[in-house]
């Protein structure tokens, strides 16, 4: 597997896939501004490095909802694994916890949680919550993410309704019985999100009362992906979340969503160290993650890469894309100066 370059393993992920599943990872809503956007921001930042600093050891070591982490790489949730490789989360789940990272388990996995859990064991894991409007089914989640020991509940808020996708219409999945969402009573057969008669239709309406909720009925930590705006993120905070992940789905809902480079400093003044903060869109490289985190995030999560890797080399193409980040990370933290992460500041960036 050749990670270094991931346009190329994009390329080669694309003739592996069946054009449905290619589209379906990649695309994004509308005229994929966002999608494109994200990727744009990141490279539009420049670095100030420092120099003159003992680089001699370098220390990705980070610290995540007080967990000990090898680095701040995440693995962002993503539907349907199966899609990608017939191993689906399993495989996902094995590369993750070779490469140290956090496993972010959708809840349209393919695959139970529970064999999740058992498939490694020891590694940190997350569940995403899409909150479901039937509270018996929404606590039947979060009491199994509890028991197979997942650390916090990802509760995703950027998609009250579908987004819409032209490219993704253009090539449709097929569904199969055997890519079912094996986490939802019934395990139905997955449909995936950009399908024609979706669009605009209602998925997952939380509502600030729905967050007070799932903090009170939880026992995990609350974390809230998909927040763009300082005022909202207070919100959260306030309502009791430990952590904020700033994300517009990766451009898949609502086109036109400010980059998520863009939003970041405005979130990190808003919580102002109340609460943690993550970011993800249109991480590629070991600099995007140092600009990340000088803008005052604490760690990033990936989808996009994974996936290739995944359809690629199953569990070892997830572990060679996460590795090959991390050795990125160090890279820059040297020539940068930093020897931890504890030493990107926000100095770290020139102002544009
Ligand atoms: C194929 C695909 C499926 C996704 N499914 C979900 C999901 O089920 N829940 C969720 O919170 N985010 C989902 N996302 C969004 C990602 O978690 C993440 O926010 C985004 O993709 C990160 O951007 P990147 O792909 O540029 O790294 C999905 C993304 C992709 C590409």
Redesign the pocket.
Same mark, same amino acid.
């Given at each position: 597997l050749d990670s270094a370059d991931f346009d190329a393993l994009e390329d080669k992920a694309r003739a592996r896939l069946s054009p449905g599943a290619y589209a +379906?990872?990649a695309a994004g809503a509308d005229d994929e501004i966002t999608l494109a956007e994200?990727i744009a921001a990141w490279r539009t930042l420049r670095l100030r490095p420092r120099v003159l600093n003992d680089v001699a050891k370098i220390d990705t070591g980070a610290s995540i909802l007080g967990a000990g982490l090898r680095n701040p790489i995440m693995v962002?949730? +993503?539907?349907r694994h199966k899609l990608f490789h017939p191993e689906g989360e399993c495989a996902t789940a094995r590369g993750a916890a070779a490469a140290g990272a956090v496993f972010v388990l959708?809840?349209?996995s393919t695959v139970s949680m529970e064999d999740v859990a058992s498939e490694a064991a020891t590694a940190p894991r997350w569940f995403?919550l899409?909150l479901p409007p039937d509270r018996g089914l929404a606590e039947n989640l979060i009491d199994r993410a509890a028991a197979a020991s997942f650390g916090a509940i $990802?509760l995703?808020v950027d998609q009250p309704v579908y987004g819409s996708s032209p490219r993704a219409a253009r090539a449709p999945l097929t569904p199969s019985p055997d890519i079912r969402s094996a986490n939802l009573p019934g395990q139905p057969i997955a449909q995936h999100s950009y399908k024609p008669g979706h669009t605009g239709s209602v998925t997952f309406p939380a509502t600030l009362r729905d967050l007070e909720w799932l903090v009170s009925r939880s026992r995990l930590d609350v974390v809230v992906?998909?927040v763009l705006r300082g005022d909202d993120a207070v919100r959260c905070v306030e309502a009791g979340a430990k952590a904020i992940i700033v994300?517009n789905?990766?451009g !898949?809902h609502l086109d036109g969503a400010i980059a998520t480079a863009d939003a970041l400093p405005e979130m990190a003044d808003a919580i102002a160290g109340k609460a943690e903060l993550y970011v993800?869109?249109? &991480?590629r490289r070991g600099t995007d993650i140092v600009k990340a985190l000088a803008l005052g995030a604490r760690a990033v999560? $990936?989808? !996009?890469?994974v &996936?290739w890797g995944l359809a690629l080399g199953g569990a070892e193409g997830v572990r060679a894309v996460l590795d090959h980040l991390n050795a990125e990370l160090a890279r820059a933290m040297a020539l940068c100066g930093a020897a931890r992460l504890a030493d990107i500041g926000a100095d770290l960036v020139a102002n544009k």
């Open positions: +379906f990872a994200n962002a949730p +993503f539907g959708p809840t349209t995403q899409y $990802v995703t992906k998909g994300s789905h990766g !898949r993800d869109g249109g &991480i999560l $990936v989808a !996009r890469p &996936i």
